[in-house]
């Protein structure tokens, strides 16, 4: 939901290249990202052809992968910002690409003529704003020490697609380099690689209904644990971002009349201090709630980084009691 470019490119290359490996092989070389063709014989076509669809299926896979888990930008930032974000980076990357060729061949006497094809630069790209401003949550440890964190799975997807080719590592290395490039603020180069607004409500009013989808349901179920425990674990996590969630919106509420600021630590407790399952029928006396507590600007900070403005922040902070990970979530899912 809200991300039809990024389904248009988890669906139509992943088309195109299954479609070119078992049907159409006699095709393939017009796909293929000739560096010698393109120098010599001036064929720019097949810059953008070779740097669109890949020919490897297992490129095909883990790209397409990681582009399901990058939609978060879309969604985020709106499709016509994360467009500009994914040609700036192809531009910059197909640049650097032919630069890391001629440094290679210079340097260490390499002579590479062609490079794995697909959409590769601007998904490696992608890695230089997921690093910087998605949250790292820790889920689990690994023999007590090695620490497992909604953004490990990613990682491995980039590495596995890393060492899927000799010279896969050029498209990498240029890739996170466009990244940086286009997300500094000292370049300033988001403004010239832009798609035009023009552009983007033709293709919002052509493409979009195509791969627009369906807004889910608000329900969210509980997962089966392995034990007991884990289960009521679970049914005690989902209760209390339910309960969190009504109550910033009935204070949201009392705010918007009474037109002042809200003690949020007097109206319902930090949920790390709960002790127990029954602690909605034991709630403790307004003499046992703790002070409010004082928020980090370090982390108003962090939150106004992704987008979002700083009163949701500094509300999302004292309703967590200063928790970066609970906050985040929070204003992610309200």
């Known amino acids: 939901d809200k991300a039809p470019l990024s389904k248009s490119l988890l669906l139509v290359p992943s088309a195109i290249s299954i479609l070119l490996t078992l049907l159409f092989q006699h095709y393939q070389k017009f796909f293929a990202y000739n560096l010698q063709a393109i120098k ?19 490129d095909t896979f883990c790209s397409s992968l990681l582009i399901y888990n990058f939609r978060i930008f879309e969604r985020r930032y709106g499709s016509r910002k994360f467009s500009s ?14 630069l890391l060729v ?10 590479i003529n062609s490079l794995p094809s697909g959409f590769l630069g601007p998904v490696f790209a992608l890695f230089v704003p997921f690093y ?12 007590g020490h090695f620490s497992i964190t909604n953004k490990t799975l990613v990682y491995i997807l980039g590495l596995q697609l890393l060492t899927s080719g000799s010279y896969i590592w050029i498209l990498a290395l240029s890739g996170l380099v466009s990244g940086i490039c286009y997300t500094s603020s000292i370049l300033k180069v988001h403004r010239i690689l832009c798609v035009p607004s023009w552009v983007a409500k033709i293709f919002s009013w052509t493409l979009e209904p195509i791969f627009s989808s369906a807004e889910p349901t608000n329900e969210v179920r509980v997962g089966m644990g392995a034990t007991v425990d884990i289960q009521r674990q679970q049914r005690m ?5 339910q309960i969190m ?8 509420r009392q705010r918007q009349q009474q037109g002042g600021m809200i003690n949020w630590n007097r109206l319902f407790p930090p949920l790390r201090h709960r002790h127990n399952a029954n602690y ?6 307004e003499q046992d709630t703790p002070p409010p507590t004082e928020v980090s ?11 979002f403005s700083r009163g949701d922040a500094l509300e999302a902070l004292r309703a967590s009691n200063n928790d970066l990970n609970v906050a985040t979530n929070f204003l992610l899912q309200h």
């Open 237 to 241: 996590e989902l209760l209390d971002r």
């Open 132 to 143: 910087s401003s998605i949250p790292r949550v820790q889920v689990t440890q690994v023999l």
């Open 85 to 98: 974000f994914l040609l700036g980076a192809w531009m910059l990357s197909a640049l650097f690409d032919l």
């Open 40 to 58: 010599q014989d001036f064929q720019i076509w097949r810059l953008v052809c070779g740097r669109t669809i890949c020919l490897d299926l297992k």
């Open 297 to 307: 600007e370090e982390q108003v900070a962090r939150l106004m980084e992704m987008g």
């Open 245 to 252: 969630m009504s109550q910033v919106a009935q204070m949201r």
């Open 102 to 111: 001629e440094i290679a061949q210079y340097m260490f006497g390499i002579t």
């Open 280 to 285: 909605q029928d034991h709630r403790p006396s």
